[in-house]
C-alpha cells in the first residue's frame, strides 16, 4: 500500500518536466503541463503493460520496479536539464502566485475557489473512499483486472461474460496499476477522476485557443464541471471520462498544431485520439469531422509532404497501440474487432443495420431525448408520446429492432449510468441557433459544424441506447466551449449568471449520487415537503405492531396483508406530524441512512444492485475459511467483482474466484490450460448444480433469492463446457 503513491510522484515529475519548458502564462502552463502529464503517464503505462505481458511479467514487483525508475529517470533528467542551463527551475517560483490566484478578478477567484471547495474536492474524496459499485464495473471493467493481475496478462482468458474480453481495454490498463500497487481497488476511482480534472484543464484551454479571455475559459470548464453524467463519471470505474479527455486533449492539439507547426503538438494530437480510440470507439465517430477539418487544413497550410507524414505517423501509432489487442482479438473470434454474428461467442451488434436521412433523423430525435427529461413523469410522457407520435407520422417505428437495443422512452435518470444533462443540453441548442448568423467567427464555427456533425455521426451510426449519455460527454465538452463563446465573447454577459445557476443545480448530484451519496438528499427533501406514503409497508410482525400503535389514527391497518393505506389526504401540517411519527418508528431509516459514511464497504459495493446484496450477505458467513478457492458456474453472462471484493472485505486471506463454465472456444487460449481448484461454488441457477455438480461431492447448498453456494466435500478443478 505505502508504494500506490508511486504513479503520483511520476506525474508530478512529467508535472515540472512540462511546466519550466513551457512558455505560456504560469495559468496556461499549469494547465497545459497538466494535460501533458496526463497523456505522458497514459504512454508509459501501456508500454510497460504491452511488454511485460509479453513476459507473464506484469506483477506487483515489475510494476514497482517500473514506477521506481520512472522516477529515478525523470528527476535525472530534471537535474541535468537543470545543471546544464537548458532549464531553470527558479521558474516555479511562479507556482506560489497561481496557488493564491494572484492575477485573477474578483468574481473568478470566488467562483474558482467555490468549484474546488464545493465540487472538487467532495468528488476527489468520493473517489478514493467510496467502493466500487458501478454495475458495469463489477461486470467486466473490474473484473477483467483481476484476471490480469492473476494471469499476470493481458491475454484473453475463459469468461462466461465476453464484454470483458473484447471492449476497448486502455483505461482498465491505467486502473490496473492502482490495483496492483495497492493490492486494492481503493485508488481506481482516481483514474476517473484525474482524467475529469485533466478535461476541465483542456476544456478551458480549447477555449483559450478559440480566442477567449478568462472569464470565457473559466465559464467553459464550469459548465463541464457541473455536467451531471460528468460529475457521477468523475468518480466511477467507469470508462468515460477517460475517453472524453483524450478527445478534448485530440481537439485542443489538433487546433494547437494549426496555429503552429510543432512536431510536439502533432505528437500530442495524434496519441490523443489513439488513446481515446483505444478507451473507447465512439470516440473516433465524434473524431471523424474534426480530423477531416485538421486534415484539410493541414494540407493547405504545410503542404503535401506534410500531410503525408502527419498520415504515415498516424498509422503507425494507431498500429503500435492496437495490434496486441486486435491480435488477441482474432487469435479467440478470427475477427479484430469482436466476435462475428452467426459464431457462439456473438454478444450484441451495436452498429445499426440500416441507414437512410430518415433513419438519422430518428437517431438525432432519440438520443436527444436523453438529455430532455425532468423530474415530472406527466412532463416526460407528453415529450415521448410527441416523439412517437412524429416517428408515426414518418411512417417509421419508434422501436426499429435494426435501429435500438433498448426500447424507446423518455424519463428523468438519476442513475450513475444514465443522468441526463436537461438544461446543459437546452442551453447548446440554444446557443447554437444564433451562432451561424454571427459575421466571421469562422474558427468558432467551423469548429462548432465539427462537433454537431461528430453528434449526428454518433446518432446516424449506433443503435439508440438509453444509457448513451455518458457516450454523449465529447458532445458535451465541445458544448461547453460553444455556449462558453456565446455568452463570454459575443453577448458579453457576466459569467455569474450562468455559472452560479449551474453549479446549483449540479450540486445535487455531487452530494445525492445513489450511489455514493455525502448526504441523505432522499430524506431530507422528504422531510422538508413533508412527502409521506400513500401505503406503508411492515416488513415483520413487531414492526407492524410498532406502527399500528403510533399510525393507525392515519393508515388503515384492519387489511389482513402487509400493505396499510392512507385513510385520507392530511394538509400540510397533518403530513408533518405523520412523517415524524414514522421517522420515529424508524420508517424512513434507509434513506437517512443512505449515506457513504453510514454503508459498510462491503454493502457498500452493492448500492447499485443491492438485489445482489441482499442474495449473496447471507452466503457470505458461510464463506469463512481463509485461501478457499470459488468457482463460478452462472448461467447468464455477468461478472462477479462485486462478490470477489465483499469476500476480500470479510477475510484476511480471500480465496480466487474464477469461472468454471464457460464456452469450449476458450480452451484454445494459454490462460485456459492453467489449473484451478476450488472449494466452493457459487451458482446462479439450481438446474447447473443439478446436472454437473457429482452429488457424491456436494457437503452443502446455501441458497438465497438470485443465488447458490455449494460447499464441496473435495477440491476439484473440474470445467464444464458447452
Known amino acids: 500500500m505505502s508504494f500506490c503513491l508511486l504513479p503520483l510522484a511520476v506525474f508530478l515529475l512529467f508535472l515540472l518536466f512540462f511546466l519550466v519548458f513551457d512558455e505560456e502564462g504560469v495559468y496556461s502552463k499549469i494547465r497545459l503541463s497538466l494535460v501533458l502529464s496526463l497523456i505522458g503517464t497514459s504512454a508509459t503505462i501501456f508500454f510497460y503493460n504491452e511488454v511485460l505481458s509479453a513476459f507473464d511479467a506484469i506483477t506487483y514487483k515489475s510494476a514497482l520496479v517500473f514506477w521506481i525508475l520512472q522516477c529515478v529517470v525523470l528527476f535525472g533528467l530534471i537535474a541535468y536539464l537543470h545543471r546544464s542551463g537548458r532549464i531553470r527551475l527558479h521558474k516555479l517560483a511562479l507556482l506560489g502566485d497561481a496557488v493564491l490566484l494572484k492575477g485573477i478578478g474578483k468574481t473568478n477567484k470566488i467562483l474558482t475557489i467555490t468549484c474546488l471547495l464545493f465540487f472538487v474536492l467532495p468528488l476527489l474524496f468520493l473517489a478514493i473512499y467510496a467502493p466500487a459499485n458501478n454495475f458495469d464495473s463489477h461486470s467486466y471493467h473490474l473484473n477483467r483486472i483481476m484476471f490480469w493481475v492473476t494471469n499476470q496478462n493481458l491475454d484473453h482468458f475463459p469468461t462466461q461474460h465476453i464484454f470483458q474480453l473484447y471492449l476497448n481495454v486502455f483505461a482498465e490498463y491505467l486502473v490496473l496499476h492502482t490495483v496492483l500497487l495497492s493490492g486494492a481497488d481503493h485508488f481506481a476511482g482516481l483514474v476517473q477522476f484525474g482524467s475529469f480534472i485533466g478535461s476541465l484543464a483542456a476544456v ?92 484539410i487544413r493541414i494540407l493547405i497550410q504545410y503542404g503535401f509532404l506534410f500531410s503525408v507524414k502527419t498520415l504515415l505517423l498516424a498509422i503507425v501509432m494507431m498500429s ?267 420508517y424512513f431509516e434507509d434513506d437517512r441512512s443512505a449515506t457513504v459514511f453510514a454503508t459498510n464497504r462491503t454493502k457498500g459495493y452493492f448500492l447499485s444492485h443491492l438485489e445482489h446484496y441482499n442474495s449473496f450477505g447471507p452466503l457470505l458467513d458461510h464463506i469463512n475459511q481463509n485461501g478457499k478457492n470459488i468457482g463460478v458456474l452462472f448461467l447468464n453472462g455477468v461478472g462477479f467483482y462485486h462478490y470477489q471484493a465483499a469476500i476480500t472485505e470479510r477475510l484476511d486471506r480471500p480465496g480466487r474466484m474464477e469461472y468454471i463454465r464457460y464456452h469450449k472456444e476458450f480452451m484454445a487460449l494459454k490462460n485456459a490450460q492453467k489449473d484451478y481448484c476450488y472449494d466452493y461454488i457459487l451458482a446462479d441457477d439450481a438446474g447447473l448444480i443439478k446436472n454437473l455438480i457429482p452429488i457424491a461431492n456436494i457437503d452443502t447448498v446455501y441458497n438465497s433469492p438470485l443465488l447458490y453456494l455449494v460447499k464441496l466435500k473435495k477440491s476439484s478443478c473440474e470445467r464444464y463446457l458447452f
Open 204 to 295: 478551458s484551454l480549447l477555449a483559450k485557443k478559440m480566442g477567449m479571455k478568462a472569464n470565457g475559459q473559466l465559464l467553459a470548464g464550469i459548465f463541464l464541471l457541473t455536467l451531471p453524467i460528468g460529475i457521477f463519471e468523475s468518480t466511477s470505474t467507469q470508462v468515460d471520462y477517460v475517453a472524453c479527455f483524450f478527445f478534448i486533449s485530440f481537439v485542443y492539439f489538433g487546433f494547437d498544431l494549426l496555429k503552429k507547426k510543432t512536431l510536439s503538438a502533432l505528437l500530442m494530437m495524434l496519441l490523443s485520439l489513439t488513446l481515446g480510440g483505444f478507451t473507447k470507439y465512439t470516440i473516433f465517430i465524434f473524431a471523424i469531422p474534426f480530423t477531416i477539418y485538421f486534415g
Open 320 to 586: 503500435l497501440v492496437f495490434t496486441p489487442f486486435f491480435s488477441r482479438n482474432y487469435q479467440l473470434f478470427g475477427s479484430v474487432m469482436s466476435p462475428p454474428e452467426g459464431t457462439a461467442l456473438f454478444a450484441e451488434k451495436i452498429p445499426v443495420d440500416k441507414h437512410s436521412v430518415m433513419f438519422t433523423v430518428s437517431g438525432i430525435i432519440k438520443n436527444s431525448s436523453l438529455h430532455l427529461g425532468l423530474p415530472s413523469t406527466a412532463y416526460n410522457l407528453f415529450v415521448e408520446n410527441g416523439m412517437k407520435d412524429f416517428h408515426k407520422k414518418l411512417g417509421m417505428d419508434v422501436d426499429d429492432p435494426a435501429l435500438r437495443l433498448d426500447w424507446f422512452r423518455v424519463r428523468y435518470s438519476v442513475h450513475e449510468d444514465m443522468a441526463s444533462n436537461t438544461f446543459h443540453f437546452i442551453l447548446i441548442i440554444l446557443a447554437s441557433l444564433p451562432l451561424f448568423f454571427l459575421r466571421g467567427k469562422r474558427d468558432i464555427k467551423w469548429f462548432w459544424i465539427c462537433g454537431l456533425a461528430g453528434f449526428i455521426l454518433f446518432c446516424s451510426l449506433l443503435k439508440f441506447q438509453l444509457w448513451s449519455s455518458r457516450t454523449h460527454m465529447p458532445f458535451f465538452a465541445m458544448g461547453a466551449v460553444m455556449v462558453s463563446y456565446l455568452y463570454s465573447q459575443v453577448l458579453k454577459w457576466n459569467i455569474t449568471y450562468m455559472a452560479v445557476p449551474l453549479m446549483l443545480l449540479s450540486s445535487v448530484f455531487v452530494y445525492g449520487n445513489p450511489n455514493k451519496a455525502l448526504l441523505p438528499l432522499v430524506y431530507i427533501a422528504q422531510k422538508t415537503i413533508a412527502h409521506i406514503p400513500v401505503a406503508i409497508y411492515q416488513a415483520d410482525s413487531a414492526q407492524g405492531r410498532i406502527l399500528e400503535k403510533n399510525v393507525s389514527r392515519y393508515y388503515d391497518f384492519k387489511t389482513t396483508n402487509e400493505w396499510h393505506v392512507l385513510k385520507k389526504w392530511p394538509d400540510f401540517q397533518e403530513r408533518r406530524k405523520v412523517f415524524a411519527l414514522l421517522d420515529q418508528c424508524g
